[in-house]
């Protein structure tokens, strides 16, 4: 059976799954991401109708994204082009996000790079994942 992972991502950064989860196929895994996001969203659908969840499998690959705002009952009751402009802005913010984590990133890699070049030991980590010179796992920012 299959492992998927759920990485929660916020405007604070990602919240990496490190365990993952057993589950027939992808289908039920985008079924269990919602889930996941509706018992999130709970008593605070404001705070979190940006957020998403990245549905990765055991090879880091993604099968799916959950804006939460497309999952989100407390807009429902919205005419079908209002509903889409909240999820399309909330979209955006995460979109957002994603381009400033990935920034922050760079910029660490880059300070980084400059420390090594001039002999410092520069050593640095986001959300537990070794920062480096090497391609970005953006799921780490």
Not at 17 to 45: F, I, K, N, Y
Not at 53 to 64: G, K, L, P, W
Request: glycine share 4%; net charge neutral; aromatic share 8%.
């Amino acid at each position: 059976m299959p492992t998927y992972f759920f990485n929660l991502k916020t405007e604070e950064g990602t919240v990496r799954d490190p365990e993952g989860t057993d589950l027939p196929g992808e289908s039920w895994a985008r079924e269990h991401a919602r889930l996941v996001a509706r018992e999130l969203m709970q008593h605070r659908p404001l705070r979190t109708r940006c957020w998403r969840i990245n549905v990765c499998d055991s090879e880091e690959r993604t099968s799916a994204d959950l804006l939460f705002a497309s999952v989100d009952d407390s807009i429902r009751h919205l005419a079908p082009e209002l509903r889409y402009s909240v999820e399309n802005v909330c979209a955006k913010f995460a979109s957002f996000w994603e381009t400033i984590h990935a920034v922050k990133l760079t910029l660490l890699q880059v300070k980084g790079t400059i420390a090594r070049s001039e002999g410092a030991r520069y050593i640095a980590a986001v959300n537990g994942v070794r920062v480096d010179n090497k391609t970005p796992n953006m799921n780490a920012a």
